[in-house]
């Protein structure tokens, strides 16, 4: 398509008579013209790289979490929306088992590596890895299957995303995702969306990260105009509608949070916290009742298993967890278990070396406790969404990041003004979003006071307060999202029709 013709004007005409391409691309994008663009230069990156057509091209949207902080890694529920970011890859089947990588972002070398048994990850960091992860985690799956056929078909694939890369709105799971589909549209095999998310869930473990399964679900799950209430604890999903007249807007704090060696041991050490805080309550409820209990994560503290209110469960496990920080020494005396035992049973990293001890010590006590009120307030606002209630629902998100600051400590000076400046101009409920240390802040605005809110963030933040964080070469309007919630991740079936 020539330059200078206007953009797009006679195939958005076009998509508007093929019902179902048309339907495609008002669900998942709000500006079709330069959706589009993103697509047609991906197809021509494929074929200079790769010297054809692309068999397909698949995607996988980002997501921000409206509650649900850290709640799916243990059992609790989660309410994401997935959002109009999202990252694309353009594929073609091979006939080898290799996998050959490219990026439309420079930053992102490109990279290839062979379907195996054990795929050995690139260092610490690096993009190719979550393709890997995904890999692995198919191959691994399949293998434990006992198929006949061996699935090693591998793939070319071109990559273009345009979800903040470290920002907290999922870049990375988006790519687990789109790896996975990748992997079983060339093998020609198809899993259970619900199924493969689970799957991709432990697979993105290969990174090194120890999360749950929120991101994945809601990649692949997600539904246009709606929210997912997701349930692990037996994994569930359902859609709630979300409240028209008001919009959620992303905001970047300019704080990046990659999982790198370094950062990993933040994300790391609160689901450790939680599996020793569990371990404490578990010990002292069978004492107190003398009793077994089936209780292996914080989503098993319920009414049904113990019998009790809710207000008893959280009064009976604040009992267990009396002390602010715990050391190994001290776990070791109160659970009767040596100290490596204790390592070996909660606290081992991916490579299986054992997690320091922190200098301040496992704060068992506010890691709980947050999880437990977020568990509560997903429900919550669940029920608040059914009845319309925005201004209710504001509140709890309000709620959650004083949880976050002050009882799971994943938040960030610049995430704190940004959350205060948010509220102060429009904003009726802010807080962090994704896995915290930097990253943004999800906003519930009133649509009539977008504009306004917008401007005002612009000047009061990215002008004054964070202006010494802001790149050179970028506007301050580039960190601020106004987000559409969208369909999750598959083939974009309107791609035939560009005739690039």
């Given at each position: 398509?020539?330059?200078?013709e206007k953009?797009?004007?006679d195939?958005l005409?076009r998509f508007?008579?093929?019902?179902?391409?048309?339907?495609?691309?008002s669900n998942?994008?709000?500006n079709?013209?330069k959706?589009?663009?993103?697509?047609?230069?991906?197809?021509?990156r494929?074929?200079s790289e790769?010297?054809?057509?692309?068999?397909?091209?698949?995607?996988a949207?980002g997501r921000?979490?409206?509650l649900?902080?850290?709640?799916?890694?243990?059992?609790?529920p989660?309410?994401?929306?997935?959002?109009?970011?999202?990252?694309?890859a353009?594929?073609?089947?091979?006939?080898?088992?290799q996998?050959v990588l490219t990026n439309t972002?420079?930053r992102?070398?490109?990279?290839?590596?062979?379907?195996?048994?054990?795929?050995e990850?690139?260092f610490?960091g690096?993009?190719g890895?979550?393709?890997?992860a995904?890999?692995?985690?198919?191959?691994?799956?399949?293998?434990g299957?006992?198929?006949?056929?061996?699935?090693n078909?591998?793939f070319?694939?071109a990559?273009?995303?345009?979800?903040?890369?470290?920002?907290g709105?999922?870049?990375?799971?988006?790519?687990?995702?789109l790896?996975?589909?990748?992997f079983?549209y060339?093998n020609?095999v198809h899993?259970?969306?619900?199924?493969?998310a689970?799957?991709l869930?432990?697979?993105?473990w290969?990174v090194g990260?120890q999360g749950?399964?929120?991101?994945?679900?809601?990649s692949l799950?997600?539904?246009?105009?709606?929210?997912?209430?997701i349930e692990?604890?037996?994994?569930?999903?359902?859609?709630?509608?979300l409240?028209?007249?008001?919009?959620?807007?992303?905001?970047?704090?300019l704080?990046?949070?990659?999982?790198?060696?370094s950062?990993?041991?933040k994300?790391?050490?609160?689901?450790?916290?939680?599996r020793?805080?569990v371990?404490l309550?578990?010990?002292?409820?069978?004492?107190?009742?003398?009793?077994?209990?089936?209780?292996?994560l914080?989503?098993?503290?319920?009414?049904q298993?113990?019998?009790?209110?809710?207000e008893?469960?959280y009064?009976?496990?604040?009992e267990?967890?009396?002390?602010?920080?715990?050391s190994y020494?001290?776990?070791?005396v109160?659970?009767r278990?040596?100290?490596?035992?204790?390592?070996q049973?909660?606290?081992?990293?991916?490579d299986?070396?054992?997690?320091?001890?922190p200098?301040?010590?496992?704060k068992l006590?506010s890691?709980?406790?947050?999880?437990?009120?977020?568990w509560k307030?997903?429900?919550?606002?669940?029920?608040?969404l059914?009845g319309?209630d925005v201004l209710e629902?504001g509140?709890l998100?309000?709620e959650?990041?004083?949880?976050c600051?002050?009882?799971?400590e994943?938040?960030?000076?610049?995430?704190?003004?940004?959350?205060?400046l948010s509220?102060?101009?429009g904003a009726?409920?802010?807080?962090l979003?994704?896995?915290?240390?930097?990253g943004?802040?999800?906003?519930?605005?009133?649509?009539?006071?977008?504009?306004y809110?917008?401007?005002?963030?612009?000047?009061?933040y990215y002008?004054?307060?964070a202006?010494?964080?802001?790149?050179?070469?970028?506007?301050w309007?580039?960190?601020?999202?106004?987000c559409?919630?969208v369909?999750?991740a598959g083939?974009a079936?309107?791609?035939?029709?560009?005739n690039?």
């Amino acid at each position: 398509m020539a330059s200078d013709e206007k953009p797009h004007d006679d195939l958005l005409k076009r998509f508007q008579k093929h019902g179902a391409a048309w339907r495609y691309l008002s669900n998942n994008y709000a500006n079709a013209s330069k959706t589009l663009d993103r697509y047609i230069n991906l197809i021509q990156r494929f074929h200079s790289e790769f010297s054809c057509k692309p068999h397909t091209i698949l995607r996988a949207p980002g997501r921000v979490n409206l509650l649900g902080g850290h709640t799916d890694y243990n059992g609790c529920p989660v309410i994401p929306i997935a959002i109009d970011r999202d990252i694309l890859a353009a594929i073609s089947a091979r006939n080898d088992s290799q996998i050959v990588l490219t990026n439309t972002e420079p930053r992102f070398e490109r990279r290839s590596f062979q379907i195996a048994h054990q795929i050995e990850p690139y260092f610490t960091g690096d993009w190719g890895n979550y393709i890997k992860a995904a890999v692995q985690g198919m191959v691994t799956h399949f293998e434990g299957q006992n198929r006949d056929q061996r699935l090693n078909n591998g793939f070319n694939m071109a990559v273009s995303g345009n979800i903040p890369h470290a920002a907290g709105m999922s870049s990375s799971s988006a790519l687990v995702v789109l790896s996975a589909l990748a992997f079983l549209y060339t093998n020609s095999v198809h899993i259970d969306k619900l199924e493969l998310a689970q799957l991709l869930a432990k697979a993105e473990w290969y990174v090194g990260t120890q999360g749950g399964g929120m991101d994945q679900t809601i990649s692949l799950l997600g539904q246009a105009d709606h929210a997912l209430k997701i349930e692990f604890n037996p994994y569930s999903i359902m859609p709630v509608v979300l409240p028209r007249d008001y919009q959620y807007i992303v905001t970047h704090s300019l704080v990046y949070a990659p999982k790198t060696e370094s950062a990993l041991n933040k994300y790391n050490q609160r689901p450790i916290e939680c599996r020793l805080a569990v371990a404490l309550i578990k010990n002292h409820v069978q004492k107190k009742f003398n009793r077994e209990f089936d209780i292996r994560l914080i989503g098993d503290l319920t009414r049904q298993k113990l019998g009790l209110s809710d207000e008893q469960i959280y009064g009976l496990c604040l009992e267990a967890l009396p002390e602010k920080s715990y050391s190994y020494s001290s776990l070791s005396v109160i659970l009767r278990k040596t100290i490596n035992e204790i390592q070996q049973s909660y606290c081992l990293k991916r490579d299986g070396t054992v997690f320091d001890e922190p200098e301040d010590g496992f704060k068992l006590r506010s890691r709980f406790i947050h999880i437990f009120t977020e568990w509560k307030r997903v429900l919550m606002a669940v029920e608040l969404l059914k009845g319309g209630d925005v201004l209710e629902l504001g509140h709890l998100m309000n709620e959650a990041q004083i949880s976050c600051r002050e009882n799971y400590e994943i938040s960030v000076p610049e995430i704190d003004k940004l959350v205060e400046l948010s509220l102060t101009h429009g904003a009726i409920g802010a807080r962090l979003t994704g896995a915290g240390f930097g990253g943004c802040v999800v906003n519930l605005v009133p649509e009539k006071k977008v504009p306004y809110f917008i401007e005002r963030i612009g000047k009061k933040y990215y002008q004054k307060f964070a202006r010494k964080l802001l790149p050179p070469d970028r506007a301050w309007q580039d960190f601020i999202f106004v987000c559409k919630s969208v369909d999750g991740a598959g083939e974009a079936i309107f791609w035939k029709y560009l005739n690039v």
